[in-house]
């Protein structure tokens, strides 16, 4: 080896040893903290394409595309081709609208980028994206053609470009690929005009399903395993029996870091993840991590890919990775940590998952199958937020639904919102049972369940309403004061009341103390 040679297999030492110490740190910075780091280093191109595609990815989407165009002039042709086949495509169909948006965006970009990402892109994708907005007209072949109309590089393709939004686009696009290679730019053309459009795009989707496959993406039947439920039981019969074996992921596949898991300060699984040091585990459940968020970005099958999708997504896997853990180790950080060491991410995830299902059935069967179904009372029948509550379970997913900060649904997070639910619909299956036990009444709108129980309360012992209604706040009010007048206090005479209605357990106890005391702040008794 030659004094040359020694000296650029030193550089390249270096080099690599640099971008190993270089990128952990990066990916430590948020936005555009990172854009900054890796422009103003030594080598931006060389440190930005040494990203994993989806770190690449999440960075531009983060920062925003239109502010990333710094970044997006880095990238490599796989980091390109990675970006467009989760933006150009919803689902199993090909997008004309984010084409019409990340066109602009990409032609924006300095010479040097166009000309990479234009010589690498696959060209079925480019072959969509132009049989889409353009339709083609030869000279020598229609002679009344309008020349004045359409566009032209050779004077003898003739370019109708179907979007006017597109027009400046189009044309600069093509323009650049007549440059690049104007035997290209024709064959191109050609195969525009002879290529049916379905089978065009079927034949791109093919060849994006097995990239995205390549990168770490599973196919649908794959990713929707995700969502299998794991019963508890089994599984510790599985560890007990080590009859589970680690996940087979290719480790040529650059694992996406996800610091949005890693900072969640939330989550169970990320306090484990802070106490891990042994780096080859920690190489593995990266990789993990990233399989499984693709999985439920597959099977999700989100309208829209941004950062808002990938943050949802991460919260999801980061929650149910929590909560499997959790049921597993008991909270219990060292037990936790062993079983991460033992057994795939994918299967404390489906139990974590499972727990949800779990609420889920729970929720079905109490609200379309007993009482309530057979009444039809709508879920505003159970008042705020005990009605978002239950919609929330009987969504496709179930879901939680956040009172505070702002309200709304949203993946489950931690163990204690699991429980939380369990005794919610507890207490709701204990209303309709004592409901049950009631006669009849007629809904009306606004009616909730309290105004129910304690009309059947009063009506019984203190003084007769007509059945067929029920009654209002100012009877109620009034019924109260008569009961005081009495010297007695109405609230242990409804607790016993409902007590003698139903048959109930030791654990339903406090249940009913609870829906005594939640009818109590309804009529405000105090």
């Not at 030659?2 to 030492?13: A, G």
């Not at 979007?163 to 035997?183: T, Y």
């Not at 699991?418 to 919610?424: S, T, V, W």
């Amino acid at each position: 080896m030659d004094n040359v040679e020694l000296l650029e297999e030193k550089k390249e030492l270096s080099t690599q040893i640099m971008l190993k110490e270089e990128i952990p740190l990066i990916l430590e910075l948020q936005g555009k903290e990172r854009m900054e780091r890796i422009l103003n280093s030594h080598n931006p191109m060389l440190l930005f394409q040494s990203l994993s595609e989806g770190d690449a990815y999440i960075t531009i989407k983060e920062i925003g595309e239109n502010d990333a165009l710094a970044l997006l002039s880095l990238m490599s042709p796989e980091q390109y081709q990675y970006l467009l086949d989760l933006e150009l495509w919803r689902g199993y169909e090909f997008s004309p609208e984010r084409v019409e948006h990340w066109l602009p965006i990409l032609l924006s970009c300095d010479e040097e980028a166009i000309e990479r990402w234009l010589r690498s892109i696959d060209l079925d994708t480019l072959l969509l994206i132009l049989k889409k907005n353009i339709r083609i007209h030869i000279k020598d072949n229609d002679e009344s053609l309008n020349i004045q109309k359409f566009f032209t590089v050779d004077g003898v393709y003739y370019i109708e470009i179907l979007k006017p939004s597109l027009q400046n686009h189009i044309e600069q696009l093509l323009r650049w690929l007549a440059q690049l290679n104007l035997n290209l730019y024709w064959n191109l053309l050609d195969q525009v005009a002879i290529e049916i459009e379905a089978e065009l795009e079927e034949r791109a989707l093919h060849f994006r399903e097995a990239r995205l496959e390549d990168k770490g993406f599973p196919k649908m039947e794959e990713a929707l395993s995700l969502y299998q439920y794991m019963d508890p039981k089994r599984l510790r019969e599985l560890i007990e029996k080590k009859e589970i074996n680690l996940l087979d992921i290719d480790e040529e596949i650059k694992p996406s870091f996800y610091p949005l898991i890693y900072k969640d300060k939330e989550m169970f699984f990320s306090v484990c993840l802070k106490e891990l040091d042994d780096k080859k585990l920690i190489d593995r459940i990266k990789r993990e991590l990233a399989y499984m968020a693709n999985q439920a970005l597959v099977a999700d099958r989100p309208e829209s890919i941004d950062l808002e999708t990938i943050k949802r997504g991460l919260q999801k896997v980061g929650g149910y990775l929590s909560i499997g853990l959790e049921l597993l180790s008991e909270g219990d950080i060292k037990k936790a940590l062993s079983y991460m060491s033992k057994i795939p991410l994918k299967y404390i995830f489906q139990l974590g998952f499972g727990a949800s299902l779990e609420l889920k059935w729970k929720a079905e069967r109490i609200w379309k199958k007993g009482w309530f179904s057979q009444r039809g009372v709508p879920l505003s029948f159970l008042g705020y937020p005990s009605d978002e509550r239950i919609r929330g379970l009987l969504s496709k997913k179930p879901l939680f639904f956040e009172e505070f900060p702002e309200g709304g649904f949203r993946e489950f997070k931690r163990l204690e919102e699991i429980r939380f639910m369990q005794r919610e619909l507890d207490r709701i299956e204990l209303i309709g049972k004592i409901l049950s036990s009631l006669p009849h009444f007629s809904y009306s709108e606004g009616l909730r369940w309290e105004m129910v129980i304690l009309n059947a309360f009063l009506q019984e012992q203190i003084m007769p309403f007509n059945k067929d209604r029920p009654i209002s706040i100012d009877e109620i009010l009034n019924c109260i004061i008569e009961f005081r007048r009495g010297g007695k206090d109405p609230i242990p005479y409804l607790r016993d009341w409902i007590k003698e209605k139903v048959n109930f357990s030791d654990n339903e106890e406090a249940l009913i103390d609870e829906i005594v005391g939640l009818i109590k702040e309804e009529i405000r008794f105090n």
